[in-house]
């Protein structure tokens, strides 16, 4: 999922600590929001937007396009359908540690009402020079600058430091898509590669990938029979088996989700698989 | 989190699902008391790890004697690096046929899963690939539920001595304990159809989601403790994701991805790191004790500091390091990369107050800890 900069914003918990503090910063790059919810603050304003009881309060006033969730974990799936009830197109679900079945609900729920979900557990997404949703540093131009390089990633530190490299090698960014860390999401690498590969703005993609699971093999089955050059960076290789690097997602049982598996899934779709971020600019503009 | 049997057992119960009657033991003497009550019983060694039957932790005994015997010889042994505290005491069963079955949370599907096999007994890998005709599956979509007629269709044509009543019957409990409590996974192997006719479930593993512990409070203190090293229980008390490994570089970043990587980037420049030692998040403001926590283990010889900035400010997450620093005032050649939100006012913040200057990127930074690293070993 790209999110365009004449898209339409809510933000769901939008008079939090971190709902305020990000939402002012959307606004400040040019994301259009137009609306917010707190159930509690019907009729207020806040960022100067209207505050409404619910999503669906709010479409009912004014069109909205994409809906970012600031919402405690326990809370998200309500929030979630209530968004996707009101007929909201796409959610970006930024919440670490949402129960994994209110996920596996609320995807349902998406799924069986045409809406795309980002998340959750994702820092969000970037089009430079055009607007963001979440809470990455869109606002700095050594890491963000438009460009042409598509950038997916499962780690929001590891996304922004393989888009400072691209920045620092002379590059931009067609958009950044965090896909988030989580086991169950919306938005697969996949579907990352598939908008990229329809993305007439971009060039190449870089894939940044984690140990754990199986969708990196899955992207590399897609990205065999993409003409646009992929490079990937998948973490993990040192991590021992059996524990959760951090991200929930982010665990080798046994013989799945490895290192290996990956990076020979990759290569052998033709993938350029990198030994360190550092390498990105130079592998990018090799290919290009 | 990972339940053993005797904790994933009573869940199954609440459920109106079948299981043996037994009890568990701490002693020898206890094992044989409750053998005395029980009759005929099966010892089984409660460990957070499977394979327990290959490793000699599961025996039957006919007596109050055996069971003392049984006991004394599988308690205090070693399965897999756990040693065994307790064992389930349980009636034997007169097992007519060994089944399968699970649920479990799905990445394919993005649902739940309800998994049958009519072969019991191994694990579902050999199963899958011994005897794939068995196997049925259905996905469910999570918001309608998996009623009796779901249960019905996936099990349609299979052989199961007679007993596919029963077996839908339980799919259904199954099913709702899974939801009830929050399971990542809740698998029965083996489902037994014992002689009289009744589906008894003979062992039971629950992983309960870690996200869902807020929830499930009656369940948080009766899954297993991981095993922690001192350093890691530390750390787990502070709220900081902190992993014990073997090398010599200290490593402190911020986010998942990136500290993994900078493991990764160690590695890959012949060097090895010391821990995964995460302080994103809203852990930023924790560069203190996190400090702390990476300079007290004895091992590491050369700190790598990498961050880079996206919700976490750097600024912060450095003072926070040179506050702990020049209060530990630690011994230990340290390697800053500092980069993304906040980076400026960090690197100025180093240069003043430690007299450090950050390298241009990680591996910069890395390769020159590794050096410092085996120069410190070699002067030792």
Known sequence: ?288 | MNFEEHASKPLLAACGIDVPRGALAVSAEEAAAAAAELGAVVIKAQVPTGKRGKAGGIAPAADAGEARAAAARILGMDIAGHRVERVLVEEQARIEREFYAAVLNSPVSKGPLVMFSATGGMDIEEIARTDPDAMREARVDIRNGFDRAAADAMLAGLDTNGALDAVADFLVKLYDCYRRHDAELLEVNPLALLDDGRLVALDCKFVLDDSAVKRQPALESRGSEERLTELEARARALGLRYIELDGNIGVLANGAGLTMTTMDVIAHHGGAPANFLEIGGEAYTKAKPALELVLDNPRVGALVVNFCGAFARTDVMTEGVIDAWQALDPQLPVFFSVHGTGAAEAVAMLESRLGVTPYANMDQAIVAAIAAAATAEGAS
């Open chain 1, 1 to 288: 999922m790209i999110v365009r900069g004449d898209e339409r914003m809510l933000v769901q918990g939008i008079t939090g600590r971190q709902g305020t503090f990000w939402t002012e910063r959307m606004q400040a790059y040019g994301s259009r929001i137009v609306a917010g919810v707190n159930p509690n603050k019907a009729g207020e304003t806040h960022c100067n937007v209207p505050v409404y009881a619910s999503a669906r309060d709010a479409v009912a006033e004014c069109a909205i396009d994409v809906s970012v969730l600031f919402i405690p974990p326990l809370a998200v799936r309500d929030a979630a359908l209530d968004a996707i009830d009101a007929g909201i197109g796409k959610l970006v679900i930024l919440t670490e540690h949402i129960p994994v079945q209110d996920v596996m609900y609320l995807l349902a729920a998406a799924r069986a009402n045409g809406a795309r979900v980002l998340g959750p557990n994702t820092a969000g997404l970037v089009t430079p020079g055009e607007c963001f949703a979440g809470f990455m540093p869109a606002f700095s131009d050594s890491i963000f600058r438009p460009g042409s390089i598509g950038v997916i990633s499962r780690s929001g530190s590891l996304g922004t430091l393989i888009c400072l490299n691209l920045v620092q090698a002379g590059h931009g960014e067609s958009a950044f898509i965090g896909i988030g860390g989580d086991p169950i999401i919306g938005t697969t690498t996949r579907d990352a590669l598939e908008a990229f590969d329809s993305d007439a703005g971009t060039q190449a993609v870089v894939m940044v990938g984690e140990i754990g699971g199986a969708m990196e093999e899955e992207a590399a089955e897609y990205a065999a029979g993409m003409a646009k050059p992929v490079v990937a960076f998948i973490a993990g290789r040192a991590s021992p088996p059996g524990k959760k690097m951090g991200h929930a997602g982010a665990i080798v049982m046994g013989d799945q989700g490895t290192y290996a598996s990956k990076r020979d899934a990759l290569e052998r779709a033709g993938v350029r698989v990198l030994d360190t971020p550092s390498d990105v600019g130079g592998a990018i503009a090799a290919l290009l």
